[in-house]
């Protein structure tokens, strides 16, 4: 389950780095665009993590098999 939970965590790792960058430019636009980058990222982490709760039985399943449903209840307190 933790090993989920940090997979979702790095999907938007290159978003953040090309953010990074460009906000190191020094643009007039910078605020503008951190927030703009920030609002839609919250919504993506937002969208993912209600996902992964609702779906957790099956990702479980598909990924380890039925011998860890324990590990489903794991997941959902961890997602959120």
């Known amino acids: 389950s933790e090993k989920i939970v940090r997979l ?3 999907i ?3 978003i953040k780095i090309a953010l990074f960058i460009r906000i190191n430019k ?3 636009n ?3 665009i951190f927030k703009k980058f ?3 990222l919250m919504i993506f982490a937002v969208l993912l ?3 992964i709760y609702v779906f957790s ?3 479980i399943t598909i ?3 039925n011998g860890f449903t324990d590990s489903i209840k794991i997941l959902q307190i961890l997602i959120i």
């Open 12 to 14: 938007f790792e290159p």
């Open 38 to 40: 920030s609002t839609t």
């Open 26 to 28: 020094k643009d007039h």
């Open 63 to 65: 990924i380890y098999g």
């Open 8 to 10: 979702a965590g790095q």
């Open 49 to 51: 993590s209600i996902i």
């Open 30 to 32: 910078t605020h503008y």
């Open 57 to 59: 039985k099956e990702i």
